[in-house]
């Protein structure tokens, strides 16, 4: 376990010099304009999980130019540890962006009255959140893997590659549900949604699900590689 929070920690380190003030700012003042233009922080909560997807793979990133793997293996880092430890450091930067970028924008809606109550905002935002993270979370899943399979020089452009399967299955999914091309899956969808805990359930087993099974790609790529 010491040796897990020593890798972690040694991950948010990494990344620290690509968190300039300059760059804080920026991600601050667009998370802050679209809370204020929706007077929701759903649009908030986005900018911190897409800001935490652009930034995990720094650390692979950084690990292959200066060889930083080969260091875990002198250090007495095993590889299951260093895969764990980057999907841990994975999970705590979606966190830390979440809650960095909304606490500015609720301080702002605050200030602005932009919004009706907090606890109604909260409300209103949930389910809207929940499928953000779920999608952002997917396109992890399948990035990571990729960078231990491949590495971060190889594996740059292949990781683009899940945000195009996403956008092309939500734009599929969203014009049948709509449409009449599907008239089956419409009427499964509206039944599916009317169930909220149904729907809960389902979303966090399918992220449980992929990110197991990414766990165990990822795992297995990195336990092949040579240093």
């Given at each position: 376990m010491a040796k897990l929070r020593a890798f972690v920690r040694?991950?948010?380190?990494?990344?620290?010099?690509?968190?300039?003030?300059?760059?804080?700012?920026?991600?601050?003042?667009?998370?802050?304009?679209?809370a204020i233009m929706s007077k929701s922080i759903i649009s908030s909560i986005g900018i911190g999980l897409m800001l935490a997807t652009m930034n995990i793979g720094y650390p692979f990133a950084l690990g292959e130019k200066c060889n930083i793997d080969a260091l875990y293996a002198t250090l007495g880092a095993d590889r299951k540890t260093v895969?764990?430890?980057?999907?841990?450091?994975?999970?705590?930067?979606?966190?830390?962006?979440?809650?960095?970028?909304?606490a500015f924008s609720l301080i702002v809606l605050a200030a602005t009255s932009s919004f009706g109550g907090f606890e109604g905002l909260l409300a209103e935002s949930l389910g809207a959140s929940l499928a953000l993270s779920t999608l952002f979370i997917f396109v992890q899943s399948i990035q990571i893997p990729i960078f231990f399979k491949f590495g971060y020089a190889k594996a740059k452009i292949l990781s683009i590659l899940p945000y195009f399967l996403l956008s092309a299955f939500v734009a599929f999914f969203a014009l049948n549900v709509q449409g009449s091309?599907?008239?089956?899956?419409?009427?499964?969808?509206?039944?599916?949604?009317?169930?909220?805990?149904?729907?809960?359930?389902?979303?966090?087993?399918?992220?449980v699900a992929a990110v197991f099974v990414s766990y165990r790609l990822s795992l297995a790529f990195y336990s092949k590689r040579e240093f």
């Open positions: 040694l991950d948010f380190v990494t990344i620290k010099p690509y968190f300039t003030a300059k760059n804080m700012l920026i991600y601050i003042a667009v998370a802050v304009y679209m895969v764990k430890g980057r999907y841990l450091f994975s999970l705590l930067l979606n966190v830390c962006a979440i809650v960095f970028v909304t091309g599907m008239p089956r899956l419409h009427v499964f969808v509206q039944s599916f949604l009317s169930n909220g805990h149904v729907v809960v359930a389902a979303i966090v087993a399918l992220l």
